[in-house]
Nanobody, 125 residues
């Protein structure tokens, strides 16, 4: 089992920044690919960004390219999502997810076995 705990969400004005963190425990963190998904009310859960176990491969949703950056620190068992130039349409619950190794890095929710409880991000206009 892998336990994931997100933090860093909140309310921010459009154009602002937030950094989300996801702390993992329970297994060898460096064995797992990690991802951030988001889900707005009435919408499907979509990938925001994902990163391979080594950090050498990343993927991003087109809507966040150039604004968001995913990174990980395997020594701290933590994955981050730096979000800049936030827009009202970024408002959603953001979830951290993990799956065991392998490339390419997955973009679909069903490819991930472990999930955090989510953290709310609200961007005001």
């Amino acid at each position: 089992q892998v336990q994931l705990v997100e933090s860093g969400g909140g309310l921010v004005q459009a154009g602002g920044s937030l950094r989300l963190s996801c702390a993992a425990s329970g297994r060898t963190f460096s064995d797992y690919n990690m991802a951030w998904f988001r889900q707005a009310p009435g919408k499907e859960r979509d990938v925001v960004a994902a990163i391979s176990w080594s950090g050498g491969s990343t993927v991003y949703a087109d809507s966040v390219k150039g604004r968001f950056t995913i990174s990980r620190d395997n020594a701290k068992n933590t994955v981050y999502l730096q979000m800049n130039s936030l827009k009202p349409e970024d408002t959603a619950v953001y979830y951290c997810a993990a799956n065991r190794g392998g490339l390419p890095v997955g973009r679909r929710p069903h490819q991930y076995n472990y999930w955090g409880q989510g953290t709310q991000v609200t961007v005001s206009s």
